[in-house]
């Protein structure tokens, strides 16, 4: 009955919300390049469907790998920063300021650095969207901790590494969890966007241009839906590996 509570809510919002688009379209005839119907961007979206799989596949490794980088390399640097404080002031003003960088700028600059068949500079601009909110929320779980076990490590002479081991990482484990909640979509949207401005054309960005320069407008819909589609998985896949590594957070609230 929980399950049901909690989903059953935002699906009726989101069926009523198509029902009003799909009325919307055609009672007020709007024209199908300014906004498609929906029934006709699920018409499109069955007949590419192996196109939008294939290109959700392209698109979805670039992310995925970017993902798992930028992640890696924000825990990396959030355990370095919590352990030698001038590390921590510099690298902080330094993070925000990547996070900052807009894809639309860096996207191209990497293009013009890689080969135009390379997928290389989709996976560096979506590691360096996802290294910051990691890195941050990392951060923040690795300098809360629980005062008590600091003092009992340090009556057991525990080194650095124990301590980040037994007592810093594991606590930190929720924070480093919200960081990748963020980070999973953010990942998407950046291999998505980065698709936009050359290189290979098999990702869903560049099916998505593709399609509306030739004023497909529900082809290029269904390819926003297969993005869509993408994030939400990267994002449903992020909460089950949380449930996974920290079963104990999910009982407590429950």
Known sequence: ??????????VLVGLAAIVAWELTVKLGRIAP???????????????????????????????LIGLAAGSIMGVLFAMAASRFRPLAEISIPFAAVISALPIIALAP???????????????IVAAIIV????????????????????????TYAASGWTFAR????????PYVFTGLRQASSLAVIAAVVAEYFGGLQDGLGSRITSAASFTA???????????CLLGLAF??????????????????IA
């Open 1 to 10: 009955m929980k399950w049901v509570r909690n989903v059953l809510p935002p």
């Open 33 to 63: 390049f300014i906004l498609p119907a929906p029934s006709a961007i699920w018409a499109e979206l069955v007949e590419q469907k192996q196109n939008v799989w294939e290109a959700a596949l392209a698109s979805g490794t670039n992310a």
């Open 109 to 123: 600059i990497l293009n013009n650095m890689f080969e135009a068949t390379s997928s290389i500079p989709r996976r």
């Open 131 to 154: 290294f910051f909110p990691v890195f941050l929320n990392t951060l923040r779980g690795l300098r809360e901790v629980n005062p008590i076990h600091q003092e009992l490590m340090h």
């Open 166 to 173: 037994k007592v810093r990482l594991p606590g930190a484990l």
């Open 217 to 227: 407008y529900p082809r290029a819909w269904a390819f926003v839906v297969g993005a």
């Open 235 to 252: 994002y449903l896949t992020t909460l089950l590996l949380e449930r996974l590594a920290m079963p104990w957070r999910t009982r407590l």
